[in-house]
């Protein structure tokens, strides 16, 4: 089912809620430069086999960054507002835990809009893993939660998950690209059925049917 995204009538400005708007193009490069290297360092330190001297001496020189960076802190709920390859734009909390442009946990999951819904590609690490070698099954399910969400949200107005089923069809392997997918099926009242899909190589891997119940939003 195609859903014309455009134009969005009822999508709210995040400002009414209360919550403040960072423009992406707004994060600095400084800020993006080191989330990506303290993404690293989270991976480096959960695989790390350093004597324990240098481990001490690591924890150490963290504690004094941290206490440095601890300073001026956002907001909770501080949303940043991206463009979209198709000219629109969407809205997302900006220490989101899927795609959150801030989250050096975050995979990051970068969603664009497509024809049929939303589209995007993450490569996972040890960080993300469950059984061996494979991608844990929470994170499957919250890798679905952001796409049927996303696609939801853009397709009508920014919702919340009643409801995610997911079918884990294949083992999702780490250190392999997965294709998400969404794509919205109907729409009834305040509810959005919703259907994501993970792809590895073409093969789903996972499949997710999704409620959304769109937010109230104040007159
Ligand atoms: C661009 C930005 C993209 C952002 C993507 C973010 C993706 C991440 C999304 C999330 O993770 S959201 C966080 C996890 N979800 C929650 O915390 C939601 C918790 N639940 C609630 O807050 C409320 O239950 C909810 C808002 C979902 C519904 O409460 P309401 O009081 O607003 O609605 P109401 O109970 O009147 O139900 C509205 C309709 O939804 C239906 N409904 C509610 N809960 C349902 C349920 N669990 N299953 C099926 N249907 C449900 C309900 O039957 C009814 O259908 P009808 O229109 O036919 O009467």
């Known amino acids: 089912m195609t859903v014309n995204t455009q134009p969005a009538p009822q999508r709210p400005d995040p400002r009414a809620f209360g919550l403040p708007v960072v423009e992406q193009a707004d994060i600095p490069a400084e800020l993006r430069d080191l989330v990506a290297r303290v993404h690293t360092l989270i991976d480096v330190v ?5 004597d ?18 601890d300073v001026a802190r956002r907001q909770i709920g501080t949303m940043v507002r991206r463009e979209l390859d198709d000219g629109t734009a969407e809205h997302g909390t900006i220490t989101n835990i899927v795609a959150g442009d801030t989250n050096p946990a975050a995979p990051p999951l970068f969603l664009q809009p497509t024809a049929e819904g939303v589209r995007g590609e993450v490569t996972l690490g040890t960080l993300y893993q469950g059984p061996p070698g494979l991608v844990h099954g929470g994170w499957i399910a919250a890798l679905l939660d952001q796409a049927v969400g996303t696609a939801s949200s853009l397709a009508t107005s920014p919702g919340l998950t009643a409801k995610l089923e997911v079918d884990y069809r294949r083992p999702t392997p780490l250190f392999n690209p997965l294709e998400i997918t969404a794509e919205v099926r109907r729409t009834e009242r305040r509810k959005v059925f919703v259907t994501g899909r993970i792809r590895v190589n073409g ?15 104040p007159a």
């Not at 959960?46 to 350093?50: F, L, Q, S």
């Not at 093969?203 to 939003?217: G, P």
């Open 46 to 50: 959960a695989n790390t086999g350093a």
């Open 52 to 69: 324990t001297d240098t481990l001490a001496e690591a924890a150490a020189t963290i504690e004094d960054v941290t206490a440095r960076l």
């Open 203 to 217: 093969e789903i891997t996972a499949e997710a049917n999704a409620i959304m119940v769109r937010v109230e939003i």
